[in-house]
């Protein structure tokens, strides 16, 4: 079971008002390679992987639910005192005419979140290397999204984001390092 | 640790129908992970305030990214 | 309508309690791939006792941050803000 925790990771600020970066956002909330997608993928993977990286996966699937909540943080300061006339300037009405001011799961697009985002082939290395790749996927989205503002207070939430990217990534590899050591275990055929 | 470096750069082919002034110096970035893919104990550590700040606990995994560093169109 | 003040003390509190649980965080992942190290199994032992005193003082203060952490009266848990408004 989880444990809802009253706060946030990391103190998410943001400076201004701004319905583009919104917008943008939403690829690291309902995005093939957003906070989501990992969530899910590592959460769901967990069932089928060798119990010495069972933990791993789990705890890595857990935080990326925070780091959801983080992303949603910054949609929703971003965008909660904007007007309809601010959120046409941005080019968001498509969004808004569905959705008004509500958050939703799909990309920077307006593609929505599919399951096929995710993979889970029950082998335990070609699952790493998913999870591996998924990582430096989500640091280069959150490059490019750190290249899309000039609000140092997203930035900063942001540049948080991508870090915790490369140390996931490093606790898979360590993973694959774990799997592929010869366990001297008795032969079970 | 591997000395390495946190991106690298190439120089992309310009060919005279290029309708954009070419940025002839790209970058894409190789984070430390990829060189010390397995963290070794007793690594050095940020104090609590600076790890969240940084986003890491271990100086040795910090990757800075301050936006994309590449030669400005036409230089 | 009256909202409750988020005073200086406040983001103090929630900001050192955030740095504490991110030290647990990054130790508990290094634990999941470093299951042996004991010296880190202490260090992470002495941000356990350092997090839920803080927690506690938290809880006191502003009310319980999650279930099973002592109940204020009246209850508090559904009142804002919640984690993204502060």
Same mark, same amino acid.
């Given at each position: 079971?989880?444990?809802?925790?009253?706060?946030?990771?990391?103190? +998410? !600020?943001?400076?201004?008002?701004?319905?583009?970066?919104? $917008?943008?956002?939403?690829?690291?909330?309902?995005?093939?390679?957003?906070?989501?997608?990992?969530?899910?993928?590592?959460?769901?993977?967990?069932?089928?992987?060798? @119990? $010495? +990286?069972?933990?791993?996966?789990? @705890?890595?699937? %857990?935080?990326?639910?925070? =780091?959801?909540?983080?992303?949603?943080?910054?949609?929703?300061?971003?965008?909660?005192?904007?007007?309809?006339?601010?959120? !046409?300037?941005?080019?968001?009405?498509?969004?808004?005419?569905? =959705?008004?001011?509500?958050?939703?799961? =799909?990309?920077?697009?307006?593609?929505?979140?599919?399951?096929?985002?995710?993979?889970? $082939?029950?082998?335990?290395?070609? @699952?790493?290397?998913? @999870?591996?790749?998924?990582?430096?996927?989500? !640091?280069?989205?959150?490059?490019?999204?750190?290249?899309? %503002?000039?609000?140092?207070?997203?930035?900063?939430?942001?540049?948080?984001?991508?870090?915790?990217? +490369?140390? =996931?990534?490093? !606790?898979?590899?360590?993973? +694959?390092?774990?799997? $592929?050591?010869?366990?001297?275990?008795?032969?079970?055929? | 640790?591997?000395?390495?470096?946190?991106?690298?750069?190439?120089?992309?082919?310009?060919?005279?129908?290029?309708?954009?002034?070419?940025?002839?110096?790209?970058?894409?970035?190789?984070?430390?992970?990829?060189?010390?893919?397995?963290?070794?104990?007793?690594?050095?550590?940020?104090?609590?305030?600076?790890?969240?700040?940084?986003?890491?606990?271990?100086?040795?995994?910090?990757?800075?990214?301050?936006?994309?560093?590449?030669?400005?169109?036409?230089? | 309508?009256?909202?409750?003040?988020?005073?200086?003390?406040?983001?103090?509190?929630?900001?050192?309690?955030?740095?504490?649980?991110? &030290?647990? &965080?990054? #130790?508990? #992942?290094?634990?999941?791939?470093?299951? *042996?190290? *004991?010296?880190?199994?202490?260090?992470?032992?002495?941000?356990?006792?350092? *997090?839920?005193?803080?927690?506690?003082?938290?809880?006191?203060?502003?009310?319980?941050?999650?279930?099973?952490?002592?109940?204020?009266?009246?209850? *508090?848990?559904?009142?804002?803000?919640?984690?993204?408004?502060?």
């Amino acid at each position: 079971m989880w444990i809802y925790e009253k706060k946030l990771q990391y103190p +998410v !600020r943001v400076s201004k008002c701004d319905v583009r970066m919104a $917008k943008l956002l939403h690829e690291q909330y309902g995005g093939a390679d957003g906070e989501l997608a990992a969530a899910l993928r590592y959460l769901n993977q967990r069932y089928s992987i060798p @119990d $010495k +990286v069972v933990g791993l996966l789990n @705890d890595i699937g %857990t935080e990326e639910f925070a =780091h959801l909540e983080m992303i949603a943080t910054m949609i929703y300061k971003l965008t909660k005192d904007a007007t309809p006339e601010q959120i !046409r300037a941005a080019g968001v009405d498509d969004h808004y005419v569905n =959705h008004d001011r509500a958050l939703f799961y =799909h990309n920077a697009s307006g593609v929505p979140w599919t399951a096929s985002y995710i993979q889970a $082939k029950g082998d335990p290395i070609a @699952d790493l290397y998913e @999870d591996i790749a998924a990582e430096e996927k989500a !640091r280069a989205t959150y490059q490019w999204l750190i290249d899309q %503002t000039d609000d140092p207070d997203l930035k900063d939430g942001l540049k948080f984001l991508r870090e915790r990217e +490369v140390i =996931h990534s490093l !606790r898979f590899r360590e993973a +694959v390092e774990i799997l $592929k050591e010869d366990q001297a275990q008795k032969k079970i055929f | 640790m591997a000395t390495f470096t946190q991106y690298k750069v190439y120089y992309p082919f310009v060919g005279p129908c290029d309708p954009c002034p070419p940025i002839r110096a790209k970058t894409y970035n190789t984070p430390p992970q990829l060189y010390v893919p397995v963290q070794p104990p007793g690594l050095p550590q940020y104090d609590p305030y600076t790890a969240l700040k940084q986003g890491t606990l271990w100086p040795a995994y910090y990757s800075p990214y301050d936006g994309r560093i590449e030669s400005k169109p036409g230089e | 309508m009256a909202h409750k003040q988020l005073t200086e003390e406040y983001y103090k509190l929630l900001h050192e309690i955030q740095a504490v649980d991110f &030290v647990l &965080v990054e #130790l508990n #992942l290094y634990l999941d791939t470093h299951p *042996s190290d *004991s010296a880190i199994i202490e260090q992470y032992n002495a941000y356990a006792v350092k *997090s839920k005193q803080l927690k506690e003082e938290y809880a006191r203060r502003y009310g319980p941050l999650q279930h099973g952490d002592m109940a204020d009266k009246p209850y *508090s848990w559904p009142d804002a803000p919640w984690p993204w408004q502060v």
